[in-house]
């Protein structure tokens, strides 16, 4: 069905992340219904716009922009998340209809619904006489 | 640079990025820990949870941030709603409780990876002297819990500069 990328994001495919910020494996869940498979990822602090959903060839990447927590003009006494990007990437299969797929993001988890594409129906090919 | 960025054991509890950062050191402990996880995630039912943030047990990751006039404390709690939140003061003693519930539907599904975490959790947050507890404010966006707490006047006041005399 869908694969998870055994690189870690885009960036683990070769390319070096241009912006000096860490890039984090967001946690995700991934279950099938009858007519779609559905993707839950969390991304706390991203905001629905700093959301970016991409699809090239059967390669899905799903990136996050959160923005730099760090409270300005305070000092930190407790530091336990660092600002940094998400992003993960996953593989879809065949069954997928590309054009279907929906993106919703509400409370820091970004749902995304890909419909398994119907299966077309057989075709024969009519032989003409030469 | 941050001189915690040297010091792996007073590094935040917290998840550590899979990329990036500041100083080479970093650098190299963030490339290495990329590659961990995604040799950990090949193996099957061993999953990415392993890579990904822990959440119950340990409670939401926070910040706590400062200024003479307030304390911030953030809470990361992707996946919930306000309702599901509970924020409480006691004393100089913040807790932020809370139960992250998986949808109905989710629960009879057929799941292919399953990472996120679910359940109740409770952190507590020894807070400074001198703050206003009747004017605290907690605001829930976009999975981040942010509670602001004003300090007091009076504390305000007080924070006395001594001078430093030299012999």
Known sequence: MVDTSTSAGGAG?????????????PAADIHETEDALVLLVEMPGVRPDQVEVGLDKRVLTITGHAAARRHEGYSLAVC???????????????MIDEGGIEALMKDG?????????????????KVKVG | MDIRDL???????????????????????????RVFDSLVRTIPGAGAAAAVAPFLGEGPRIDVAETETEVKVSAELPGLEEKDIEVSLSG???????????????????????ERVFGAFSRSIPLPAGIDADAVTAAF????LTITVPKTQEAVKEAKRIAVKAD
Not at chain 1, 15 to 25: D, L, S
Not at chain 1, 112 to 120: G, I, Q, S, V, Y
């Open chain 1, 13 to 25: 495919r070769g390319a070096e992340a241009t912006r000096n910020r860490p890039v984090y494996t």
């Open chain 1, 80 to 94: 336990e998340y660092r600002p940094g990007d998400f992003e993960r990437v996953f593989t879809l299969s065949d």
């Open chain 1, 109 to 125: 988890v970004l749902r995304l619904t890909l419909p398994k594409a119907k299966a077309e129906p057989a075709r024969t090919i």
């Open chain 2, 7 to 33: 010091m792996p054991w007073v590094a935040p509890r917290g998840a550590e990025p899979v990329a990036g950062g500041e100083h080479p050191l970093r650098t190299l402990q963030d490339e290495l820990n």
């Open chain 2, 92 to 114: 100089h003693l913040l807790t932020i409780k809370g139960e992250k519930k998986a949808e109905a539907e989710q629960q009879l599904l057929n799941y292919h990876v399953n």
């Open chain 2, 141 to 144: 966006r976009n999975g981040v």
